[in-house]
């Protein structure tokens, strides 16, 4: 009696490993222990003592007081209230206001015939109501000429140093995150003179952000894209008090300067040479680049180089730079390179 022969299993392709992690990347799996309150335990009485000094100052203020509860994920006491919007104040650290976004704000607002979102606010310490992420929604009631903003008020001031990671309402690009961190830390460094930057590390998202924010802060125009991916590798947060932490960075930034004005000597250059290409300044810098080949996974801890001796080998490198090394092979690349980020 022949024996049947067994189906070997034949191992799964790295296409098909590829197409299968991906699949699970895109599936939302619900969690499977219900987290949060109870409705019994939401609503709260505006008497009650987490809420009652917040209601005296709204009222103080002239707003209406529409109701207390507490967050049904962590608990935090909220009130839902309108206030004056003369009562309200953007946070110093938040990302500038931009006409062009205030006013298409305003004038869809205008048609909807309806203010849905509101405002998040704390009571800062100061006593005074401030919104860390609704500048723009607030500045659009101003020209709409709204006489009272709806606003969710937290007695909880340090709600506004996390609230960079929920702001959905207008993108973040890479200046506007910088800048937002980095005045950020400055209120905090005058605000906690002792607390060490690292203690911050979610507030900030990442160490770069703060260097860069530097930068920005002092030349709008600076190009910090084609020097992210060095300073992702390089810059980390600090153990330092958040104040001499700045300091530090304060030297970091003009390095980065200066390092840029020689970045653009060599564009210049290479224009000459008849080079046009849009890559010339990633390229550049790329070139520069003293991490360029180090693997690193997203997060890792450790910097592939201490961030100072990354700078001293882009000044040295920039210094030594020859325009005549470069083919139009070298930037077709960078181009390509730069189609797949996109």
């Known amino acids: 009696m022949a024996k049947r022969n067994k189906t070997t299993k034949r191992p799964a392709s790295p296409a098909s490993k590829t197409r299968k992690a991906s699949a699970s990347r895109r599936r939302l799996i619900p969690a499977k222990t219900p987290r949060g309150l109870a409705a019994a335990d939401i609503a709260l009485d505006l008497a009650h003592a987490e809420v009652e000094p917040l209601v005296a100052l709204i009222r103080e203020a002239s707003g209406a007081v529409l109701g207390a509860y507490r967050d049904p994920l962590g608990g935090r006491a909220l009130v839902l209230a309108t206030l004056p919007l003369a009562a309200v104040q ?44 609704g500048r723009h929604r607030l500045a659009a ?30 993108a973040h690009n890479l200046k506007d995150r910088s800048l937002e961190v980095v005045r950020m830390a400055r209120a905090l460094a005058k605000r906690e003179p002792r607390s060490k930057e690292i203690d911050y590390r979610d507030q900030f998202e990442a160490a770069e952000l703060l260097t860069l924010g530097i930068v920005y802060d002092a030349s709008p125009r600076f190009g910090g894209g084609a020097y992210s991916s060095v300073l992702r590798k390089v810059d980390r947060f600090s153990e330092r008090t958040l104040a001499a932490s700045l300091r530090e960075r304060e030297g970091y930034a003009n390095r980065l300067t200066a390092i840029d004005t020689q970045v653009k000597r060599i564009i210049a250059e290479l224009q000459e040479r008849g ?21 690193q996974k997203p997060g890792e801890a450790k910097a592939a180089m201490p961030i100072g001796e990354a700078l001293t080998r882009m000044t040295a490198a920039a210094r030594a730079f020859k325009p005549e090394s470069v083919s139009h092979s070298d930037l077709a690349w960078v181009a390509v390179g730069a189609s797949a980020q996109d």
Do not use: M
């Open 141 to 170: 009631a101003k020209l709409l000429g709204l006489k009272q903003i709806t606003a969710l008020i937290s007695p909880d001031e340090a709600l506004a140093y996390r609230i960079l990671a929920l702001n959905t309402e207008k």
């Open 275 to 295: 080079f046009k290409s849009p890559y010339l300044r990633n390229y550049v810098v790329a070139r520069l680049n003293p991490v360029r080949f180090v693997k």
């Open 90 to 133: 953007p946070t110093p650290f938040q990302r500038d206001l931009s006409p062009t976004h205030t006013k298409r704000l305003a004038s869809k607002i205008d048609e909807a015939k309806a203010f849905l979102d509101p405002l998040i606010v704390v009571q800062g310490h100061d006593g005074r109501f401030w919104t860390p992420n």
